[in-house]
């Protein structure tokens, strides 16, 4: 099984996950030229996808999601509060899979597990992906760690975790009050110290891969990110990989 990003941040998101002749792309946030450009750095066409997985509604990963499904025919994965979230162009959907936020399914040889998350979105999970063998864990716009989520990640082999934020540099930063209270609440993002926090509660003894992602390019630096997951885990920062806007991260393994 293996796994790779086309970008990560605000800007927009997509993560490919593949195993066994499947291949899915879960969330896009890219317009289909930019999507289609960015999959050919990997050396892959859009048809060669089977599926796409919605996490939620919001534009940097959802955005993508219908141009892409309806000129390659692909089918979408979403809870139905995610189909209602995406308005004009979730009714644009034809070939959508509504799918259960606790309930467990299979994209060819790719089991589905979906989560429940607090993020202020109409009804957002986040996913573990597995083959049978080992397991990769996504999670991102979440609000806050909370024990559901430690259960959901714990014994994943690989983990693509959210470090949206440095509290001090988003206080002290150019956002407005209004929006450093949202992203900084429950139903916001995680900061770095909320992710290893949650690294913390987790069992972390499988992890093979660890890649900090959806950084904000004005409130938090990949230093500051490593240095707060590597604390929590007891690694060398450069040990932690980090997803960024413009080129993802290439395809990594896990045996």
Same mark, same amino acid.
């Given at each position: 099984?293996?796994?790779?990003?086309?970008?990560?941040?605000?800007?927009?998101?997509?993560?490919?996950?593949?195993?066994?002749?499947?291949?899915?792309?879960?969330?896009?946030?890219?317009?289909?030229?930019?999507?289609?450009?960015?999959?050919?750095?990997?050396?892959?066409?859009?048809?060669?996808?089977?599926?796409?997985?919605?996490?939620?509604?919001?534009?940097?990963?959802?955005?993508?999601?219908?141009?892409?499904?309806?000129?390659?025919?692909?089918?979408?994965?979403?809870?139905?509060?995610?189909?209602?979230?995406?308005?004009?162009?979730?009714?644009?959907?034809?070939?959508?899979?509504?799918?259960?936020?606790?309930?467990?399914?299979?994209?060819?040889?790719?089991?589905?597990?979906?989560?429940?998350?607090?993020?202020?979105?109409?009804?957002?999970?986040?996913?573990?992906?597995?083959?049978?063998?080992?397991?990769?864990?996504?999670?991102?716009?979440?609000?806050?760690?909370?024990?559901?989520?430690?259960?959901?990640?714990?014994?994943?082999? #690989?983990?693509?975790?959210?470090?949206?934020?440095?509290?001090?540099?988003?206080?002290?930063?150019?956002?407005?009050?209004?929006?450093?209270?949202?992203? #900084?609440?429950?139903?916001?993002?995680?900061?770095?110290?909320?992710?290893?926090?949650?690294?913390?509660?987790?069992?972390?003894?499988?992890?093979?891969?660890?890649?900090?992602?959806?950084?904000?390019?004005?409130?938090?630096?990949?230093?500051?990110?490593?240095?707060?997951?590597?604390?929590?885990?007891?690694?060398?920062?450069e040990w932690i990989g980090v997803a960024t806007q413009d080129g993802g991260f290439p395809w990594r393994e896990i045996r």
């Amino acid at each position: 099984m293996r796994f790779a990003s086309l970008g990560s941040g605000s800007q927009g998101n997509a993560l490919l996950v593949e195993s066994g002749g499947t291949r899915v792309l879960l969330d896009c946030g890219f317009a289909l030229g930019e999507v289609t450009s960015r999959l050919s750095r990997l050396g892959l066409e859009p048809s060669s996808l089977d599926a796409i997985i919605v996490t939620h509604e919001h534009g940097d990963h959802g955005g993508g999601v219908a141009k892409l499904s309806s000129r390659h025919d692909l089918p979408v994965y979403l809870t139905r509060g995610t189909l209602s979230g995406l308005g004009a162009e979730g009714r644009e959907l034809g070939n959508r899979k509504l799918i259960d936020a606790y309930t467990p399914f299979a994209i060819g040889a790719i089991e589905v597990t979906p989560y429940t998350v607090p993020h202020d979105a109409r009804e957002p999970v986040q996913f573990v992906l597995g083959d049978g063998s080992v397991r990769l864990g996504v999670l991102t716009d979440t609000g806050q760690p909370t024990p559901h989520i430690a259960r959901s990640l714990s014994g994943v082999n #690989a983990l693509v975790l959210e470090c949206n934020h440095d509290l001090d540099m988003l206080m002290n930063g150019p956002y407005t009050a209004q929006l450093k209270k949202r992203i #900084a609440g429950r139903l916001g993002h995680l900061s770095n110290e909320a992710s290893a926090e949650l690294l913390r509660a987790m069992d972390c003894s499988g992890l093979q891969h660890l890649v900090a992602a959806h950084l904000s390019q004005a409130n938090n630096t990949p230093e500051l990110a490593r240095a707060a997951l590597a604390g929590a885990l007891g690694c060398a920062p450069e040990w932690i990989g980090v997803a960024t806007q413009d080129g993802g991260f290439p395809w990594r393994e896990i045996r």
